[in-house]
Protein backbone atom coordinates (compact mmCIF):
# COMPACT_ATOMS: atom_id res chain seq x y z
CA UNK A 1 0.00 0.00 0.00
CA UNK A 2 0.91 3.22 -0.81
CA UNK A 3 1.57 6.70 1.28
CA UNK A 4 -1.58 7.99 -0.57
CA UNK A 5 -3.86 4.56 -0.93
CA UNK A 6 -6.27 4.55 1.79
CA UNK A 7 -8.94 1.41 2.65
CA UNK A 8 -12.26 1.67 1.37
CA UNK A 9 -14.91 -0.12 3.35
CA UNK A 10 -17.55 0.65 1.67
CA UNK A 11 -15.29 -0.63 -1.97
CA UNK A 12 -14.12 -3.52 -0.16
CA UNK A 13 -18.10 -4.69 0.64
CA UNK A 14 -19.26 -4.26 -2.84
CA UNK A 15 -16.07 -6.54 -3.86
CA UNK A 16 -15.67 -8.75 -1.45
CA UNK A 17 -19.31 -9.38 -0.15
CA UNK A 18 -21.97 -8.25 -2.70
CA UNK A 19 -24.13 -9.82 -1.02
CA UNK A 20 -24.14 -7.36 2.20
CA UNK A 21 -26.33 -4.63 2.90
CA UNK A 22 -25.65 -1.90 4.76
CA UNK A 23 -28.13 0.29 6.39
CA UNK A 24 -27.71 3.93 7.88
CA UNK A 25 -30.97 5.33 8.35
CA UNK A 26 -31.56 4.03 12.24
CA UNK A 27 -30.14 5.37 15.50
CA UNK A 28 -29.47 2.27 17.35
CA UNK A 29 -29.46 1.63 21.00
CA UNK A 30 -27.32 3.25 23.15
CA UNK A 31 -23.96 3.04 22.98
CA UNK A 32 -24.05 0.86 19.62
CA UNK A 33 -22.21 1.98 16.75
CA UNK A 34 -23.50 -1.20 14.16
CA UNK A 35 -25.33 -4.25 14.31
CA UNK A 36 -24.98 -7.17 11.93
CA UNK A 37 -27.46 -10.02 11.19
CA UNK A 38 -27.82 -12.39 8.27
CA UNK A 39 -26.69 -10.52 5.46
CA UNK A 40 -27.29 -7.19 6.97
CA UNK A 41 -24.83 -4.35 8.56
CA UNK A 42 -26.66 -1.45 10.83
CA UNK A 43 -24.45 1.60 11.03
CA UNK A 44 -25.89 4.10 13.89
CA UNK A 45 -27.31 7.39 12.05
CA UNK A 46 -25.85 9.24 14.30
CA UNK A 47 -22.26 8.25 13.20
CA UNK A 48 -19.42 10.86 11.91
CA UNK A 49 -18.62 10.13 8.17
CA UNK A 50 -14.74 8.47 10.32
CA UNK A 51 -17.25 6.85 12.35
CA UNK A 52 -18.84 5.30 9.86
CA UNK A 53 -15.45 4.75 8.23
CA UNK A 54 -14.29 2.58 11.12
CA UNK A 55 -17.37 1.17 12.29
CA UNK A 56 -17.75 -0.56 8.77
CA UNK A 57 -13.99 -1.43 8.75
CA UNK A 58 -14.44 -3.10 11.65
CA UNK A 59 -17.62 -5.11 10.57
CA UNK A 60 -16.15 -6.54 7.46
CA UNK A 61 -12.95 -7.44 9.67
CA UNK A 62 -15.44 -9.61 11.84
CA UNK A 63 -17.11 -10.91 8.45
CA UNK A 64 -13.26 -12.25 7.41
CA UNK A 65 -12.31 -13.77 10.87
CA UNK A 66 -15.84 -15.85 11.29
CA UNK A 67 -17.58 -15.93 14.25
CA UNK A 68 -16.61 -14.83 17.57
CA UNK A 69 -15.46 -17.78 19.83
CA UNK A 70 -17.93 -18.49 22.83
CA UNK A 71 -17.41 -17.08 26.57
CA UNK A 72 -17.01 -13.39 27.35
CA UNK A 73 -13.02 -13.23 27.90
CA UNK A 74 -12.93 -15.39 24.57
CA UNK A 75 -15.65 -12.11 22.97
CA UNK A 76 -13.44 -9.33 24.86
CA UNK A 77 -9.96 -10.57 23.11
CA UNK A 78 -11.72 -11.15 19.39
CA UNK A 79 -12.48 -7.33 19.93
CA UNK A 80 -9.18 -6.64 21.23
CA UNK A 81 -7.62 -8.04 17.74
CA UNK A 82 -10.92 -7.07 16.04
CA UNK A 83 -10.00 -3.57 16.88
CA UNK A 84 -6.14 -3.55 16.39
CA UNK A 85 -6.64 -5.06 13.01
CA UNK A 86 -9.68 -2.13 12.34
CA UNK A 87 -6.45 0.34 13.35
CA UNK A 88 -4.23 -0.89 10.94
CA UNK A 89 -5.88 -1.40 8.16
CA UNK A 90 -7.29 2.33 8.45
CA UNK A 91 -3.91 4.11 9.33
CA UNK A 92 -0.78 2.83 7.60
CA UNK A 93 2.48 3.09 9.11
CA UNK A 94 3.51 5.73 6.29
CA UNK A 95 0.12 7.32 6.69
CA UNK A 96 0.66 7.56 10.98
CA UNK A 97 4.56 8.71 9.84
CA UNK A 98 3.13 12.07 7.21
CA UNK A 99 0.47 12.77 10.05
CA UNK A 100 3.71 13.24 12.65
CA UNK A 101 5.31 15.29 10.29
CA UNK A 102 2.82 17.66 9.68
CA UNK A 103 1.49 17.98 13.80
CA UNK A 104 4.55 15.76 15.87
CA UNK A 105 2.10 17.24 19.44
CA UNK A 106 -0.87 16.86 18.24
CA UNK A 107 -4.48 17.00 19.19
CA UNK A 108 -5.90 13.75 19.11
CA UNK A 109 -9.16 15.10 17.65
CA UNK A 110 -7.08 16.73 14.85
CA UNK A 111 -4.66 14.09 13.95
CA UNK A 112 -7.82 11.50 13.78
CA UNK A 113 -9.60 13.90 11.41
CA UNK A 114 -6.00 14.16 8.97
CA UNK A 115 -6.01 10.28 8.99
CA UNK A 116 -9.86 10.41 7.83
CA UNK A 117 -10.59 7.79 11.47
CA UNK A 118 -12.22 8.36 14.64
CA UNK A 119 -9.75 8.51 18.17
CA UNK A 120 -10.68 5.75 19.46
CA UNK A 121 -9.40 4.15 15.99
CA UNK A 122 -5.93 6.10 16.78
CA UNK A 123 -5.70 5.48 19.74
CA UNK A 124 -5.73 1.75 19.33
CA UNK A 125 -3.21 1.94 16.06
CA UNK A 126 -1.02 3.74 18.11
CA UNK A 127 -1.07 1.76 21.53
CA UNK A 128 -0.46 -1.34 19.35
CA UNK A 129 2.61 0.11 17.19
CA UNK A 130 5.12 -2.94 17.12
CA UNK A 131 8.78 -2.12 18.10
CA UNK A 132 10.10 -1.86 14.65
CA UNK A 133 7.09 0.36 13.87
CA UNK A 134 8.01 2.38 16.95
CA UNK A 135 11.74 2.33 15.70
CA UNK A 136 10.83 3.04 12.12
CA UNK A 137 8.57 6.49 13.70
CA UNK A 138 11.51 7.58 15.50
CA UNK A 139 14.12 7.75 12.92
CA UNK A 140 12.14 8.98 10.30
CA UNK A 141 10.70 12.07 12.64
CA UNK A 142 14.10 12.09 14.10
CA UNK A 143 13.01 11.55 17.50
CA UNK A 144 10.66 14.37 17.29
CA UNK A 145 7.14 13.00 18.08
CA UNK A 146 4.55 12.79 20.81
CA UNK A 147 0.61 11.33 21.24
CA UNK A 148 -0.76 12.11 24.61
CA UNK A 149 -1.27 9.10 27.05
CA UNK A 150 1.67 7.28 25.27
CA UNK A 151 5.11 7.60 27.03
CA UNK A 152 7.86 8.31 24.66
Avoid at 37 to 51: D, N, P
Avoid at 103 to 130: C, F, G, K, Y
Wanted: a neutral charge; proline letters at 7%.
Amino acid sequence: MTTNSRWHPWRTLRDHHPDYVVICSHRLHRSRMAYQHGKRIWLCSTLSQAERRCTLTHEIIHLERGPCPPGLAAARREEDVVNELTARRLITADALINAFRWQPHPNPADMAEELWVDVPTLDTRIRTLSPFEVADLEHKLDGDWSYPWIGN
